[in-house]
């Protein structure tokens, strides 16, 4: 579906780092939505680049201005359309890379499927693209809250610093609370700490996003190839720089057997079966089981390096790049809302599909 | 989407486990490929139970009849149907757990989302589901060997058991020379082993799955939502009892630095663009760079023991299950034709769609 | 979507004339709609050939066989697979015509577009494909009855006999009293005689189907591009022989002024919303109003004479050929059922799809 | 697929008549078509009220914005979004229609089934939404042109007044000489009579707009449900007001004799296979045979009439209106460019698609 993402929540994106704008569509937004925009913007601005000292330094305002489907606070039923201005270019920061095929990036893969390239700023390969799934998400965010649905994600590893409180025992007004989005103060100081040697080295890092979605309905999810973990894998994986996806037990619980891996059911005493143990990560036969769901993505560490490194350009010509943009040492922490914003939409469209599946 | 997969080339599957059949609808089959019938049985026998002492004994022909779309041993353009005829159903094996939740199974989920279930040998949410896969996959990869594609899956952990041979050193010749499918003699009969040992003790165990896609060219994804890493996490995440996914670098990359991790590019002898490393896994920017791809699926140790479990009935009550049905102690060697096969519908997929990429 | 129709319940078809069987895939069933396969198989019965003098001798049994999806007499919410074995095969008739490119059939611009076709008995483009459309139909029906929504079709014009009877004057009951479908037994007669003639001559007639849906809730439709009108249309569009499409006013209020063709609203005793005229066909801004949906679908002549035609050949030879198969004189009656079907599909869909209009 | 048009070329569409913007994100655009702005712009204009003294005086710039998609005047590959602001409010005109149901209108069924709706100027359902349509056709107009394919609409009954040229003796340079849009001047005359007293009577009147695409390739179409056909059908039955379609011999070949209506082939002098009659309109078994494609869609007339007529309102009360916005007292000329716009979105996409057909 190219630049859509969802079945009936759709989100089509548009919009390159250097062009006019950002933008998009939110189709499929059910009537009666309550909307804070003020909200809207507080998750993008949790995106935006320029927070802190860990983060690159592009300053945008990254304001978004709703252009349709909400009248007087609540949703129409009609598409929302959105646009956020771009304006902070430094296009000749990039001048000369139009040429260059900058190692892991995707200026050589884009030439190769379009025959041609948009190279200021990355183009729509940018991370800048991630604004639109950030307003998709905050849109979701809204309906899911008047549900009593609760999506959180947070910084659960940057290089080898871990965090090992299990994502049940987390506190999420703690996430926000230091630039790396780790809650705990102890540990997203050394992680802070890590970040901003690597960055010193003109180096970057890689990290883990763990995500938690909490009080979710039972009964999410088509159950042959659209299981629910298919459709968080695929808007995970679809994030930039991501390359890793487990939920649940995850790796780990594969090199485990299953006495050990079963989720024992019973029931509570308000009668509600639940399961006392949730190595499924609230996932069994690809529904939600209505348990917390809980997955983690790994991301790179991203390949904008800022020392000097050897590759070709289109010419076929050994060349030497120093980048000279302003880029993330680390992606993780911006990458948290982008995690929580694709859960978001994912969630949503399982709950308006699951409306049909009964008479 | 369903029960479908694949946008241009798209399985649409059905069937229960102890319904008449399995079967299955793919459409968006180009014209032209030359169809060997006994090829795709070959691979419904790499998925059939019964192969081995390490496999379910449950012994089905798994005969594949095609009812359209081929004539003379050619596409035509027109959807090829299928049907796998259920032969061998021990439906009293299930009798009992008509009303039982097996812990970590999908009966409480269909339950919640459907209102009912079929609950003979697990109905739609059952392994045999995985049949339309592997036909819609040998069709697919017919397609794919015409164009010099090769894609091939192996076990490579088992347990605590893993491989160390890189994705790069193996012989695909070996896969199939055991019945654990890893191209080590010495390996595989560790894990044999284990899975014996496992199996004895009416437990199960989980695994590992690496895919090795070669030769694929460069183009392939939708850059913005639908990467090739997103549509290959799906596809394989949507197979029954998947946990986990990682491409190129993985989890492992996400620990560490940039600098490690880039894949420099230079000129080879014959002028082709190629990267001296492939943490990459042969994706840049979410398409395809030409090197192989490579990815993991983790599988969780199956939930199906034989041995008493303690849980609840749809009434709320406590009870015990044995499981006396056929089940496979580990599901990683019969998984491997599966990750092939929802391989191969992507990639082919993916070409299609990337043929509307330039005017 | 190719073989597919549908957004929610769909119905994946495939099948070929002469090849083994025909057959689709519904997906998207509501779980526990009540199914009466004979229903199914009435249905199939009134598309059948070979059911009077006026349609063709073609003699097949068209029994269903569902294989998946129904447990126990009710949808169970998995894909129902079904198939229809074909069985009457006189492929010798068609040998000429392997090589033959038909006046307007479908011969070559199979060839163009797939560089090969099935030429036995049109391969896919016989009218066999829409058995799979009166089964997905008919499931649909049984949904919408239950549902209290009522859905007929019926013949209104053969040649330059029309059926004088307004939509809404029509008694369903006599639909089925006579082998034309149209319910005046005057009108009928005349018509089965003009049929009668037309065939004795060697030659076809076109002719309308009429299709009136009652007690449809008000809200189905999308309201831009999928207006509920454009659903209709394009399902009726899809069917074989379908040249033209009219709902409510149709061609002959575009002549007409906006006094003449407003539909004034009024509250009746119950309190109800409803139109005083209807010529908008029960949908006003592509959305249903609850009041009765009607439209018209135009079928040609088809173009299978039973006498000498000239044409030419894949060489481009010029030869004669006299069709042997046999044929319809008429589709129009046998087409009635299809009409329905495509409604029924259409109608549950767009139900389904309502679901997701309001949080 | 709700505001989505389009299965490769999509466009998504969004805005309301009196909110900030128009616009959408045109996606599945190859790269490396070339786009001039200024046809972009001068096809709005075709589309855009107040041009002729018999169109709505509503006068506003329609000034579209590009947002990305495009480099140096050629698209990337990457979607398209733009937006054209709204400026001409005047929502007093509609402020006492806030609680009306205006007869005929999408008032009712909005409220119906969005529970809410945006009254200002008909909301989502005015035509202006249809501003986002022409400049998705004139983007796919661009790329057919390069491809060589021609398409044209023009006015060919208003009223009850008929162009009696037969659509392959149209001169396309003639349609816009007149604000008729009627390719001959003297017919245009007496339509523009027609509609200037029809509008000084405060009423409405409807028409029918035929167009004509020449020069497209054999081979498009999907030939079960998406026949090109039923493409076309449910691209123009989605705009605004339309309410029939037809193509080739339409209804009135329904009511002729196969053996009137078969087109012979035969191979011209260049070795091409033609038709030597085209009442197929260009496309067989649903596939285009490379003749011309020819149809025509009924508009009805518009609602909205400038005198007083009784309804009710969303409390049930009788109240008389009169509409003192600025309406079109005939849709039809101002329906060319969409039509076209349609047409050309449905051929691109078909083109697209078709690439796939073949390995």
């Known amino acids: 579906m190219n630049n ?66 909400v009248m007087e606070g609540t949703t129409t039923g009609c598409p929302i359309g959105f646009i956020v201005r771009n304006a902070d270019h430094h296009s000749s920061d990039y001048d000369e890379m139009k040429r260059a095929f900058r190692p892991s990036h995707a200026d050589y893969t884009y030439t190769e499927k379009y025959g041609l390239r948009d190279h200021r700023g990355g183009g729509r390969s940018s991370a800048r693209e991630t604004i639109a799934r950030v307003v998709g998400g905050a849109v979701a965010m809204q309906a899911l809250k008047q549900m009593g649905i609760q999506i959180f994600a947070y910084t659960s590893t940057v290089g080898n610093l871990n965090l090992a409180i299990p994502y049940d025992k987390i506190d999420p007004a703690l996430i ?42 039972a009964g999410l999810g088509q159950p042959a190839f659209d299981k629910l973990q298919a459709r968080l894998a695929s808007a995970m994986m679809g994030i930039n720089a991501a390359k890793a996806f487990e939920y649940g037990m995850g790796f780990d619980g594969c090199s485990r057997r299953g006495s050990d891996m079963i989720d024992p059911f019973y029931v509570d005493e308000s009668g509600k079966v639940i399961t006392s143990t949730n190595h499924s990560g609230g996932i069994q036969g690809g529904i939600s089981n209505g348990a917390d769901i809980y997955f983690r993505v790994g991301f790179k560490p991203v390949a904008t390096l800022l020392q000097e490194v050897k590759t070709i350009d289109s010419d076929h010509n050994e060349i030497t790049l120093k980048a000279r943009g302003r880029h993330d040492p680390c992606v993780v922490p911006r990458a948290v809302p982008v995690v929580e914003a694709m859960a978001a939409m994912t969630i949503l469209d399982m709950i308006l599909l699951n409306r049909a599946s009964k008479i």
Chains 1, 2, 3, 4 share one sequence.
Do not use: W
Not at 194 to 215: A, M
């Open 4 to 69: 859509s993402f969802g079945e009936i929540y759709r989100l089509t994106s548009f919009g390159e780092s250097h062009g006019p704008a950002i933008g998009g569509v939110i189709d499929g937004v059910p009537a009666g939505i309550k909307i804070d925009v003020d909200e809207i913007q507080a998750q993008l601005c949790r995106r935006r680049p320029g927070q802190s000292a860990i983060t690159t330094q592009r300053n945008e305002a990254d304001q978004v201005e709703l252009l349709s489907g």
């Open 176 to 217: 926000d609370t230091n630039p790396v989005r780790c809650p705990s103060a102890r540990v997203a100081e050394a992680m802070e700490r890590l970040i901003t040697q690597v960055k010193n080295d003109g180096d970057t890092i890689g990290g883990i996003v763990t995500c938690v979605i909490k009080d979710c309905p």
